[in-house]
């Protein structure tokens, strides 16, 4: 698989990716231990907020959730109708009812998020890219059970030809124009709700702009 390094067909376009979010589950955020665990909660709700403001195919996977427990609820709430596909196998992608559902759609740009880094994304990630996909792998909305394990992860998927990338890169590849306005008041929730510093700073942007002054 060659995938561009660099130009615009290296960046990501809302036409041509498809999102797999991985076993964001409770026991997996139990043995998280390479981030804050909320802030991964934070993260991949967000990343699916964004693919949803842009139209782009989102498919949602869990392993043995009778065990492991159902998807996070804030990330089901984001596709109230949608049911996860619910797995043995470790490796997302031999399961042929999610990569039937990636093919489906007919995008060549696979944007993966999960928990573990190290064995459920790094798996089908690796798997994926010999399959002809340009696999993207969203840091920050996963991560391992160390931080050790999830950098030694993203190394090893680099070497293989992965590219990692941040939620809010993959905003900014997906907007690229701000003269695209009909994503905007979306992207604006979104950064509001799971945007950090810049949510809050946008807060209290709209409270000054809203607040009358004195004597005006």
């Given at each position: 698989?060659?995938?561009?390094?660099?130009?615009?067909?290296?960046?990501?376009?809302?036409?041509?990716?498809?999102?797999?979010?991985?076993?964001?589950?409770?026991f997996q955020f139990a043995n998280?231990?390479?981030?804050?665990?909320?802030?991964?909660?934070?993260?991949?709700?967000?990343?699916?907020?964004?693919?949803?403001?842009?139209?782009?195919?989102?498919?949602?996977?869990?392993?043995?959730?009778?065990?492991?427990?159902?998807?996070?609820?804030?990330?089901?709430?984001?596709?109230?109708?949608?049911?996860?596909?619910?797995?043995?196998?470790?490796?997302?992608?031999?399961?042929?009812?999610?990569?039937?559902?990636?093919?489906?759609?007919?995008?060549?740009?696979?944007?993966?998020?999960?928990?573990?880094?190290?064995?459920?994304?790094?798996?089908?990630?690796?798997?994926?890219?010999?399959?002809?996909?340009?696999?993207?792998?969203?840091?920050?909305?996963?991560?391992?059970?160390?931080?050790?394990?999830?950098?030694?992860?993203?190394?090893?998927?680099?070497?293989?030809?992965?590219?990692?990338?941040?939620?809010?890169?993959?905003?900014?590849?997906?907007?690229?124009?701000?003269?695209?306005?009909?994503?905007?008041?979306?992207?604006?929730?979104?950064?509001?709700?799971?945007?950090?510093?810049?949510?809050?700073?946008?807060?209290?942007?709209?409270?000054?702009?809203?607040?009358?002054?004195?004597?005006?």
């Open positions: 698989m060659s995938t561009e390094k660099s130009g615009l067909d290296a960046l990501l376009t809302p036409e041509e990716s498809v999102l797999v979010l991985i076993d964001h589950q409770p998280l231990h390479s981030h804050e665990p909320t802030m991964v909660v934070n993260n991949v709700i967000g990343l699916a907020k964004t693919a949803k403001a842009f139209g782009i195919p989102t498919i949602l996977t869990t392993v043995v959730e009778e065990r492991g427990g159902y998807l996070i609820q804030g990330l089901q709430d984001v596709f109230p109708d949608q049911k996860p596909i619910n797995r043995t196998f470790i490796n997302t992608w031999e399961d042929s009812r999610v990569v039937d559902a990636v093919r489906a759609t007919g995008r060549k740009k696979l944007v993966i998020a999960g928990l573990w880094t190290e064995i459920c994304v790094a798996m089908p990630a690796l798997h994926a890219l010999d399959d002809g996909y340009a696999v993207y792998v969203v840091t920050d909305a996963s991560g391992g059970v160390s931080p050790e394990a999830h950098d030694m992860a993203v190394r090893r998927l680099v070497q293989a030809g992965v590219v990692p990338i941040t939620w809010g890169a993959v905003q900014g590849e997906l907007q690229r124009d701000w003269a695209r306005e009909a994503t905007i008041p979306a992207l604006v929730d979104v950064n509001a709700q799971h945007g950090g510093g810049g949510g809050v700073a946008y807060a209290w942007e709209t409270q000054l702009l809203n607040t009358p002054v004195p004597g005006a």
